[in-house]
């Protein structure tokens, strides 16, 4: 099994992330999980594509009551000021 994040997925956006990050190897990734990564990624990702596909594969936890922009109704300009500003979870509003 490939642990070495630069042979495993072929998304440049998820590798360059990463390696932004200085996480190298999956294992790496279990210290965090949706909130704390989508906080720690820089605006200017596509933060809920790079969560959404490491918690599908199992490399990244869900935090407890993370509940995605997108699950809530709400204007779409309000939502598009919140992706502007690398909110994607309303459990990262509380540290903005």
Not at 35 to 41: D, E, I, Q, S, Y
Not at 80 to 95: C, D, E, H, K, P
Request: aromatic share 8%; net charge positive; with cysteine.
């Amino acid at each position: 099994m490939k642990n070495d994040i630069q042979e495993l997925y072929d998304s440049i956006q998820i590798k360059k992330a990463m390696q932004e990050l200085h996480i190298t190897n999956v294992s790496e990734l279990k210290e965090y999980n949706c909130v704390t990564l989508a906080n720690k990624l820089r605006t200017g990702y596509n933060k809920l594509m790079i969560i959404r596909k490491l918690n599908h594969l199992g490399y990244l936890s869900s935090a407890e009551n993370a509940i995605s922009i997108h699950d809530i109704p709400m204007s779409r300009k309000i939502r598009n000021i919140f992706l502007r500003n690398g909110i994607v979870y309303l459990a990262q509003l509380s540290v903005w």
